[in-house]
């Protein structure tokens, strides 16, 4: 009987498999290399910067009860590297690049095999699932598997680390699909029939922008002891992971404590060229005019 031909979905998932392998085992040879010779570390909230805090910040690939599906744990912190500890952190983003275009090719062509891998990648690993399941972890948070580990490209003098809340995305709309947007909410609930009253007195062909406000954000500016080729002297990134720094001296930058908590409000004054108005039009929707 002439074997059963393999699907592209299976054929996926398979390659999918052993990225996920592979960036397990490079995650814990990074973490394994540091623990046998590691150098000076800080962790934002941690008494110790160890192996074991390594493992955990690098490893957290779950879900916690109650967490919202497009939040992410951060691990802020600091570590000083040598040559061979950057080759293992480089090593392990390659992977999680890899790891990220296989999931992209998923959701274009299989997004029905999503929910299936989210279950099945973990008991690939039963020791880290079964450790991690006793503590109510046991759903897979694909975006915390793949997300890299921030790295400096030369030795710095010295990181400044902030809370950044500001971000927000704005997605530009027509009046119609604001239209269609309001048609999905409760059409008898007053402040709904106002909205659409509003909506009602606007011309077809005025954009609207739809906001959504984004996550605090911890941002790290780095000052490097010298130029880079191209010039560069200093440059800001978002740190959700441990930042790893070329260390030829064994030492940690210089580097500030930012409070463990964001800001509750806004911390930079608004633009005096903001382009949106500074109430909602349409509040239920976040939908502003432009000035």
């Not at 074991?52 to 967490?67: I, P, S, T, V």
Request: proline share 9%.
């Amino acid at each position: 009987m002439a074997p059963a031909l393999i699907t592209p979905e299976y054929r996926l998932l398979a390659e999918l498999e052993a990225a996920f392998d592979q960036l397990i085992e490079r995650l814990e040879a990074l973490v394994s290399a540091y623990a046998q010779a590691p150098g000076p570390a800080w962790a934002m909230g941690e008494a110790t910067a160890d192996a074991d805090w390594l493992r955990r910040a690098l490893l957290d690939f779950w879900y916690q009860d109650g967490q919202d599906g497009r939040a992410t744990r951060s691990y802020v912190g600091l570590v000083a590297a040598d040559d061979a500890l950057m080759a293992r952190v480089q090593e392990a983003n390659a992977a999680k690049a890899t790891f990220a275009a296989l999931l992209r090719q998923i959701r274009a062509e299989a997004a029905g095999l999503i929910p299936e891998l989210k279950a099945v990648l973990p008991f690939r690993h039963p020791a880290l699932h079964d450790h991690l399941r006793g503590q109510g972890l046991a759903r897979l948070h694909l975006k915390q598997c793949w997300r890299a580990i921030p790295l400096a490209e030369a030795p710095l003098a010295r990181v400044r680390l902030a809370w950044y809340r500001s971000g927000r995305s704005i997605k530009r709309l027509t009046v119609r699909e604001a239209e269609a947007l309001l048609q999905g909410l409760d059409q008898e609930a007053p402040h709904v029939r106002i909205q659409r009253r509003h909506l009602a007195g606007l011309p077809d062909g005025e954009p609207l922008a739809q906001v959504q406000e984004q996550a605090p954000l911890m941002r790290a500016n780095l000052f490097y002891r010298e130029p880079l080729p191209d010039g560069r002297c200093r440059r800001a990134m978002n740190v959700a992971l441990p930042l790893f720094v070329p260390s030829p001296d064994g030492r940690l930058p210089d580097h500030n404590t930012p409070p463990e908590a964001p800001p509750t409000t806004r911390t930079r004054a608004l633009r005096s060229d903001a382009r949106l108005e500074s109430e909602p039009f349409l509040p239920s929707l976040r939908i502003y005019r432009y000035r």
